[in-house]
Nanobody, 122 residues
Framework: VQLQAFGGGLVQAGGSLRLSCAASGRSVRSYAMAWFRQAPGKEREFVAAINWSGGSTYYADSVKGRFTISRDNAKNTVYLQMSKLTPADTAVYYC????????????????WGQGTLVTVSS
């Protein structure tokens, strides 16, 4: 499975951005998917996850109510809609896939994309 994240860019504080993660190589419709981020000088952190059907979603407290993860299994793509962005959201955002269908907390994901940079200016 290859994952490619795109949609990052420069946005002003309070703005919105939608990230996409396109999977190739095989269908990820039965995989749980997630977004992580890594800010400069900080460790990678969990942002959001979604189970295989999209029926269950999980969010870090820092993004709850502002970010929405979704998926389109027909397009083999996962999205992260981000709104009310703040400079603290500046980071490289990575998508990841886990071969299990349901989200498992603190699991090591099997596949990772290359990351897309989101910069939020104040």
């Amino acid at each position: 499975v290859q994952l490619q994240a795109f949609g990052g860019g420069l946005v002003q504080a309070g703005g919105s951005l939608r990230l996409s993660c396109a999977a190739s190589g095989r269908s990820v419709r039965s995989y749980a998917m997630a977004w992580f981020r890594q800010a400069p000088g900080k460790e990678r952190e969990f942002v959001a996850a979604i189970n295989w059907s999209g029926g269950s979603t999980y969010y870090a407290d820092s993004v709850k109510g502002r970010f929405t993860i979704s998926r389109d299994n027909a397009k083999n793509t996962v999205y992260l809609q981000m709104s009310k962005l703040t400079p603290a959201d500046t980071a490289v955002y990575y998508c990841a896939a886990d071969a299990l269908p349901e989200v498992v907390v603190n699991i090591e994901y099997d596949y990772w994309g290359q990351g897309t940079l989101v910069t939020v200016s104040s």
